[in-house]
């Protein structure tokens, strides 16, 4: 394994809430993605790149995926979350992941020709996302496919019942966002580089629920909800008699009779090299 010392900190942190909040996060998701890399073409046999990795629920299905003669190549700053996949990757006996612990802003990837890569919410959180789109184009071979979920409109994450005070929590969000150089509505822009770096688009899907809270996937923006208001007030974006506020409007909303809840805008992107 490569790696760096010491622990490269997430902007929502690495500790153990934040890793259970991404298997939630994983779960829900977990069907689109499984949904995108068929459409992509991902199979048995190939070598994949899972960019930002985080602590690896997608990188296990991707392994299981391409089976013991393919091989997944997993990427991700934190050592804490690698740690995380490595031990997963034991209990599941898999035995064809390899990762590298890397700043995908400023570290050169590894010597690799790969049939295909995951991105999942991962350049926008970048401070030279363009530079990543060269180096991941350098990394396929061509003909190998790229399945990209990022944000292309954050702020359309509202309940139907309106609500001044949790819209300023997802502003707030926004601009804590773009104060550490990330840009949370990359969606678009991405697409651009890509064909402009040589990719082609073969597929551009918007992803958006509306959901009440007896979905499933309400589970999703509710555990951010708690998790994103506790690195706010660490950062001091926030004070802590707002935060509380904020909860308690959250909570309100959901016990309230008819509530349903739109979430963030996603683009889905699959493209070839």
């Known amino acids: 394994m490569t790696q760096t010392t010491g622990e490269r900190d997430y902007v929502l942190g690495t500790h153990d809430e934040e890793l259970l909040r991404l298997g939630l996060q994983h779960r829900v998701w977990r069907p689109r993605a499984l949904d995108a890399w068929r459409r992509a073409g991902f199979t048995v046999g190939q070598t994949l790149i899972d960019v930002g990795c985080g602590p690896g629920y997608a990188a296990v299905d991707l392994a ?19 740690a995380a996949l490595q031990s997963s990757a034991r209990r599941r006996e898999l035995e064809n992941i390899s990762v590298h612990q890397l700043d995908l802003d400023t570290d050169e990837l590894p010597p690799m020709r790969a049939d295909g890569a995951w991105v999942r919410w ?95 996937a309400w589970q999703w923006p509710k555990a951010f909800v708690e998790v994103g208001l506790r690195r706010l007030i660490e950062l001091g974006d926030i004070p802590e008699e707002r935060a509380a506020a904020i909860r308690a409007e959250f909570a309100a909303l959901e016990a309230t009779p008819h509530t349903r809840m739109i979430t963030p805008a996603v683009l889905e992107i699959i493209a070839t090299r």
């Open 64 to 82: 299981e995926i391409v089976g013991p003669s393919g091989r997944i190549i997993a990427l991700d700053r934190s050592q804490r979350f690698l």
């Open 122 to 216: 991962v350049f926008g959180f970048l401070t030279r996302p363009r530079d990543l789109v060269s180096r991941l184009g350098a990394a396929l071979r061509p003909g190998a496919a790229l399945v990209v979920h990022e944000y292309f409109d954050y702020a359309a994450w509202r309940f139907t019942r309106r609500s001044p005070l949790f819209e300023e929590f997802v502003a707030t969000v926004i601009r804590s966002w773009r104060a550490t150089g990330g840009e949370p509505n990359i969606g678009p822009a991405l697409s651009v580089w890509l064909e402009e770096s040589g990719f082609r688009i073969n597929s551009l899907r918007p992803i958006v629920d509306v959901i009440s809270p007896s979905d499933f």
